[in-house]
């Protein structure tokens, strides 16, 4: 309708899609579980974001999204509280691996992640597991070894424990790619892609990136189905 209209022309929002649902503009309008909607506001938070504002009620949906949006527009959010509301439906045993995947370029990012995934992941009793370069295994794999409905890791880390065959990835059905763009400037694509390879077809997959290149929308197009492709602001290629 018309408010749907004018909120997405303030915010510079541009969708392309089948169908997508207007934006959830205020927090309780996102129907999310109190518990969730408690958290947000405690952070001191007072409404969504435009990414997540438009990017939540396609999510949660269960189908594919590609999202591009600037660096510190709450991406994280964005993919993490949908990827709670998936986990409270699917209520996967932890301990067969995890249900939830995020895929992040950098040791400081998955733990960033990591961080607003036990923050915002506390209420829900969720539990989460971060893998990532330079640091030793034996405590991811401990961690690991615990169950995780959550895994945020860096390819190459994930490949390595991956190889070892100390972690399934036969339980995930939420995937997430988080700074697409980084992740292939940094050469992780053949790392990516064989970690898709272990990752059951039947699930939803979600891309976030803050630039448009040709790399990313060819990957963009061999890994997800029929995505909406959410846009803020000017589109960087
Ligand atoms: P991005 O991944 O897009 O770079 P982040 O997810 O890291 O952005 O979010 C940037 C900052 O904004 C973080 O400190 C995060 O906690 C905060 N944030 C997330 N959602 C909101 C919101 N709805 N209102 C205010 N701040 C938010
Ligand atoms: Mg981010």
């Known amino acids: 309708g018309a408010s749907t209209e004018s909120y997405r022309r303030r915010h510079e929002i541009t969708v392309t899609g089948d169908d997508?649902?207007?934006?959830?503009?205020?927090?309780?309008?996102?129907?999310f579980p109190p518990e969730i909607i408690r958290e947000v506001y405690s952070a001191g938070f007072s409404a969504p974001t435009p990414i997540q504002a438009q990017s939540w009620p396609v999510a949660l949906q269960s189908r594919d999204i590609v999202a591009i949006a600037k660096t510190g527009s709450g991406?994280?959010?964005?993919?993490?509280?949908?990827?709670?509301?998936h986990l409270k439906r699917i209520r996967n045993n932890p301990q067969m691996g995890p249900t939830v995947l995020v895929l992040s370029p950098t040791r400081e990012l998955a733990t960033q992640i990591q961080d607003e995934a036990v923050k915002f992941g506390r209420s829900s009793r969720l539990s989460c597991t971060c893998?990532?370069?330079g640091a030793p295994k034996g405590p991811q794999l401990r961690d690991l070894d615990r169950g995780a409905d959550i895994v945020v890791a860096t390819p190459g880390r994930l490949n390595d424990i991956l190889e070892m065959r100390r972690v399934s990835l036969r339980q995930v059905s939420y995937l997430?790619?988080?700074e697409a763009d980084r992740m292939l400037d940094m050469g992780f694509e053949p790392q990516i892609r064989k970690i898709v390879k272990e990752v059951p077809a039947r699930r939803q997959t979600l891309m976030y990136t803050a630039t448009w290149?040709?790399?990313?929308?060819?990957?963009?197009?061999?890994?997800?189905?029929?995505?909406v492709q959410v846009n803020i602001g000017n589109v960087d290629e």
Do not use: C, H, M, W
């Open 131 to 133: 893998l990532y370069g």
């Open 213 to 227: 290149p040709k790399e990313v929308r060819k990957i963009a197009a061999d890994l997800l189905v029929n995505p």
């Open 75 to 85: 991406k994280t959010l964005g993919y993490l509280i949908p990827g709670f509301i």
């Open 20 to 31: 997508v649902p207007q934006p959830f503009t205020s927090f309780e309008s996102t129907g």
């Open 176 to 178: 997430v790619l988080d």
